[in-house]
């Protein structure tokens, strides 16, 4: 590291709030978080229970998320917090304010500066790069929820990799909507053997998880799970042959940048049927936008 | 073939001090049904769930003919052997279909499940067996999409065999299959029963109080009583020559109207 980028990272650990812990957590709770991390990055799609801890926000605003992001966060490190896409999104604004006030360090909206990027529903339209870390805050851990609800089933189902249960799910979509109508948490198999959820991000997505370069970490707080998907491993969206697996489209390209290839939102802008779309990835239409003007 | 399809030696289970199911032992061959009857507490389900491996014998061995890798103690499978030959080569129907479906999908996909669990992938494929077996069980193709909630609970009934039989199993166990349905509904169905085992062929062992269930389906019959085998032997031998007191009492409780 060179000498005013050390200097820069010195002041700002000073303006971090010395009264809590770095990072908020306990040593000893970083550690066994990073126990569990290991674990599951070792084994791909696997859900591994850990001692989630009591955080300063409430369960369903990223307690998973924020707990792995405190594990493995460091002085260096530059972190980016997305919400919908967005980094100006209030959960997105709280979470950066969070550990900038914990651990000082560099936060930026940049997807390609960021060493570290926690999301909520959304993985940016920049491809990630070798050396990123993607957080991910899942509500939801188990695919197999809503169709098996005893726990100690599911989890049997997980060790005997019996998962013919989630097709009756995408064959009763098919049935019902004549097409496979699951457009978020859509369900994958990780290297070929567990099935994973893939948290709340749209299927559009879904792709951009496939032999990633990025490390990408799950953590659900509520359910006290942590899985990974290691950097270049497998990951299929599973599907019917005759009915495979796509990903949305939309009839319109981005109102402010133009993109045509990005997830996204629209927007009604008034009471008379008006309404627009717009790129959901915030710091990419913005990136088109500075880069055409 | 000259072997049996299952055999069940000394077959015994407790519960705590209570025995459930003392010694019993019995050879089912291919394309037979065997009916298990006696009065309720006698034993009939515990022995079907031993035999079927979702209850573990304390004493005994039960043993099944596979497909392709011989003569195998079932409890001695490993778990996941033991779930994939359940929901391949046998079939097991419940007293109550709501056991044994899946009350919140369509009928479609509650005959399609085992054969995506085998791994069907192709959706057109499944729902046109699906179709088919819904025709089998004589139910209204029709109502493919609709949810089991919506059907009476012989068509429950009916579906749930489908479901069992779509992967075209050697070996089905029945529990109690028409109880809980009116007269003209279970004469239906045991119709059915019986033109399925025989075109099949498939191997039964149905478990019932019901001693005109007994005669209508089974070859062979097995009376139990406290949990031990009082008696067994063709089904008209025993329900017309009776020989043990037990037997007797059952036959002669029967009511004709």
């Known amino acids: ?293 | 073939m000259n072997e049996p399809l299952l055999k069940a030696t000394n077959v015994s289970k407790y519960f705590g001090k209570r025995t459930a199911v003392d010694e019993v032992s019995l050879e089912l061959w291919p394309g037979e049904v065997l009916a298990v009857v006696g009065e309720s507490g006698s034993g009939k389900t515990t022995l079907l769930d031993c035999l079927a491996g979702r209850a573990r014998p304390d004493v005994g061995r039960v043993e099944y003919q596979t497909r392709h890798e011989g003569v195998k103690d079932i409890h001695a499978l490993a778990e996941a052997e033991r779930r994939l030959l359940a929901r391949t080569d046998w079939g097991y129907v419940h007293q109550s279909p709501d056991q044994g479906l899946r009350m919140g999908v369509s009928a479609g996909a509650n005959v399609g499940e085992r054969l995506m669990a085998l791994g069907a992938r192709h959706y057109g494929n499944i729902r046109d067996e699906a179709t088919d077996w819904l025709t089998r069980v004589e139910m209204d193709p029709a109502r493919i999409d609709e949810s089991p909630r919506s059907f009476s609970g012989g068509m429950r009934q009916r579906l749930q065999i489908a479901r069992n039989l779509v992967t075209r199993p050697r070996l089905v166990f029945m529990d109690e299959p028409t109880s809980g349905l009116d007269v003209s509904v279970q004469a239906r169905l045991l119709d059915l029963l019986r033109s399925l085992t025989r075109s099949l062929p498939l191997a039964a062992i149905v478990v019932t109080h019901d001693l005109a269930v007994a005669r209508l389906l089974a070859h062979r019959l097995m009376v139990m009583k406290d949990g031990r085998a009082v008696e067994s032997g063709l089904t008209d031998q025993v329900l017309d020559d009776p020989q043990h007191p037990y037997t007797q009492l059952l036959v002669s409780s029967v009511l004709h109207p």
């Not at chain 1, 495979?244 to 133009?258: D, H, I, N």
Request: charged share 25%.
């Open chain 1, 1 to 293: 590291m060179n000498a005013p980028v050390a200097i820069a990272a010195e002041a700002r650990a000073a303006a971090r709030e010395n009264q809590y812990n770095f990072a908020y957590l306990d040593e000893r709770t970083k550690r066994m978080i990073r126990r569990a991390i290991l674990k599951a990055v070792a084994i791909p799609g696997y859900q591994v229970p850990f001692g989630s801890r009591e955080m300063p926000l409430p369960y369903g605003w990223g307690t998973g998320g924020i707990q792995v992001t405190a594990s493995i966060i460091g002085p260096r490190d530059v972190l980016k917090v997305i919400d919908q896409g967005a980094d100006d999104t209030v959960n997105a604004v709280n979470i950066r304010r969070f550990f900038q006030r914990t651990t000082g360090v560099a936060v930026t909206d940049r997807t390609a500066e960021a060493t570290l990027i926690q999301t909520r529903h959304r993985i940016p339209e920049t491809p990630l790069a070798a050396g990123q870390i993607m957080v991910y805050q899942v509500p939801v851990p188990e695919p197999l929820q809503r169709l098996e609800p005893r726990e100690a089933e599911s989890r049997r189902m997980h060790a005997l990799g019996e998962y013919g249960l989630m097709h009756v799910k995408l064959y009763e979509d098919i049935a019902r909507f004549g097409r496979i109508a699951t457009a978020y948490d859509y369900p994958v198999m990780v290297n070929g053997r567990y099935m994973m959820s893939p948290s709340p991000i749209p299927k559009f997505d879904n792709p951009k998880l496939h032999m990633s370069p990025a490390l990408q970490l799950f953590g659900a707080g509520r359910e006290k799970r942590i899985y990974a998907v290691p950097p270049w491993t497998r990951v299929e969206s599973l599907d019917f042959e005759d009915h495979p697996f796509e990903v949305q489209k939309w009839a319109s390209t981005c109102a402010l940048c133009g993109s045509g290839g990005s997830f996204l939102d629209e927007v009604i802008t008034d009471d008379r049927g008006g309404r627009m779309f717009l790129c959901s990835d915030t710091d990419y239409c913005r990136r088109r936008r500075d880069a055409t003007a």
